[in-house]
């Protein structure tokens, strides 16, 4: 893995295991890359906009447990 994505995963870890607004902040922005990545990948198919939000909600839960 390249030493620039690696040290960005690892800030991705140390930001959503923090505390407070930080962790909001990360939760928000990992949030709206599922929300991006899911909206090109389904569009408009599957159930539209409500999947999307669905499978991201999911995917975050997973992620933060």
Do not use: C, F, N, T
Not at 10 to 39: F, K
């Amino acid at each position: 893995m390249e030493p620039d994505r690696l040290h960005e995963e690892e800030q991705w870890v140390r930001r959503l295991r923090s505390d407070g607004a930080e962790r909001d902040g990360a939760i928000a922005e990992l949030r709206d890359v599922l929300v991006r990545g899911l909206h090109r990948s389904l569009g408009q198919e599957y159930g539209g906009y409500a999947l999307v939000e669905d499978v991201a909600q999911e995917a975050l839960l997973k992620i933060l447990k």
